[in-house]
């Protein structure tokens, strides 16, 4: 078995999906004949054909409503957002109409469309080249999101997106690219959306965190008996999983390099305060980014949700 960067692991996925379904097309900026400015389609122009494999303009909305009309009309699109910072032009075609078109159809239509972007810090790029705006999106009823943290969930979670009758927004960790190498199968293999993953078995402390924190927090924790859940999926999130490790462990950390005030990890916290209040030992605790715009890249180290500070929140709820 092949071991694979994330990087390599989509491009294969992209490839044998395209290979079984010639309904799958992939658009966006230098997707074709660069292969996409992280190399992640690299071949796929000159293996499936400019007409299966289409450069953009530089217009997100574009993009975006192309998109949703080939989906509305039998196609399975991947369209590529350069980078989640680049989204915000797109945002109403995804959320107004992608969304909500098989609710406004009642049910004549579908949007099965896949929208893939680099998110997330740590690779030292401007501002908008390192968003993680993924809260935003998690409040649209309608849309799935989904956050790999490694090669071989990179490829059985894009697998299972590109075959999902509805839009999804695949967000790929930019720091993990390759950073990380994993056996990966070749051919087909589907993980579920909306479900976790335990990365690491604990009794002590439930530790919470997707996409490239699961790789930080899993050195963080190795002195602690931490249970480790990988989300995965982050709407809808796993709900029966997270309330199940709480429940086990009586404690919460959530980790996430997203701003704190409504990041993900407060709907998290209060979904766990109203199903498992009474298993609780000690307050659940969330380890962020600040309420404040992404820096540049001297002061990237300070941002970021550093290993000493996710230890911190362990210490701090073990002492309850």
């Not at 379904?21 to 054909?49: A, P, S, Y």
């Not at 989906?71 to 032009?89: C, D, H, M, N, T």
Request: aromatic residues 6%; proline residues 6%.
């Amino acid at each position: 078995m092949a071991q694979l960067n994330m990087v390599q692991a989509i491009n294969q996925a992209l490839g044998e999906e395209m290979e079984r379904d010639d309904r799958v097309v992939l658009l966006g900026e230098d997707v074709g004949r660069d292969g996409g400015v992280f190399r992640v389609t690299e071949g796929l122009q000159e293996r499936f054909g400019a007409e299966r494999v289409l450069d953009t303009p530089l217009s997100e909305s574009a993009i975006m409503g192309a998109a949703i009309g080939m989906a509305a009309y039998g196609l399975r699109p991947v369209a590529e957002i350069q980078f989640l910072g680049f989204i915000y032009s797109a945002f109403e075609q995804l959320a107004a109409h992608a969304a909500r078109l098989r609710s406004r159809s009642r049910g004549r239509y579908s949007c099965p469309l896949v929208v893939r972007t680099p998110y997330g810090a740590g690779i030292k790029a401007p501002e908008l080249h390192e968003e993680s705006a993924e809260s935003i999106f998690c409040q649209i009823p309608g849309l799935k999101v989904v956050v790999p943290s490694g090669p071989y969930s990179a490829k059985g979670l894009l697998l299972a997106s590109l075959r999902d009758p509805d839009p999804v927004l695949f967000l790929e960790p930019t720091r993990l690219y390759r950073l990380l190498r994993e056996e990966v199968p070749e051919g087909e293999y589907l993980l579920e959306l909306g479900r976790a993953k335990v990365a690491r078995a604990g009794k002590a402390v439930t530790v919470i965190a997707w996409g490239s924190m699961l790789e930080r927090v899993l050195k963080s924790v190795a002195a602690y008996d931490a249970e480790v859940i990988d989300l995965l999926t982050l709407n809808p999130f796993d709900v029966e999983a997270v309330l199940t490790s709480v429940k086990k462990t009586g404690r919460a950390v959530i980790v996430h390099e997203a701003a704190k005030t409504c990041g993900l990890g407060a709907e998290i916290a209060a979904t766990i305060a109203e199903e498992a209040m009474l298993y609780l030992r000690a307050p659940v605790l969330r380890v962020t980014a600040p309420d404040a715009p992404v820096p540049l890249a001297k002061l990237m180290d300070y941002y970021l949700p550093s290993t000493q500070q996710i230890q911190a929140a362990v210490a701090e709820v073990l002492k309850y």
